[in-house]
């Protein structure tokens, strides 16, 4: 399919919730308002979330990698979210513990394989402590963009397959 939707219209800083509902709906929103994915995307991702935390504790700033089937998505995109202030997640595979995440990935791939080669290289970044604060600290969204640009290799998902 297409190419991958990574652009400053999808990164979201100062981002404003009480809980991990509020966030998600407000990350999911942006992308239904650009038309990368169908109304229905907001609700699956809740759901989903619901029955599949995606929070992840990691060194120095918690993670979140919300995502859902390719059904409600228009085009491949990934969504970074910056929080004004942590907001508890459900950790991956731990119903009964929460983790205060500061920045949401939310992806919206419309292709399962895809989204695996992505999850792999978003673990990479997840391991390295400075590139998260990097990323928490940015006050501007270019600099998220180079960053993650480079470190997910982005460019290599604009022709698909490898």
Known sequence: MGKLVFDESVILLDVEGETKEVVLETVAQNLVDRGLVKTSFIQAILKRESEFATGLPTAGVSVAIPHTDVEHVNEKTISVAVLKKPVDFVIMGDDSETTPVQIVFMLAMDEAHSQLTLLQKLMQVFQDEQ????????TDKSTIKTLLEEKLELLAFEGGER
């Open 131 to 138: 590139t998260l604060r990097t990323i928490v600290s940015a």
